[in-house]
């Protein structure tokens, strides 16, 4: 069994007071804007994917 995500900071409100929902698995409850959230992995990117920006400041 994987352990759970624990997110560090609310995604909404940025706090730091998060605990596990008793709603179900993988959900929490900030205590600073009484909102409740899901992490959810979507997958994984393909290898063949990369930035075409170069990285520089092109000015």
Known sequence: MSERAAPFYCPYCGDEDLRPSEQG???WECGACNRAFQLKFLGLLSRGLQR???G???I
Do not use: C, I, P, W
Request: aromatic residues 0%.
């Open 56 to 58: 520089g400041d092109d």
């Open 25 to 27: 698995h993988g959900a």
């Open 52 to 54: 075409n920006d170069g």
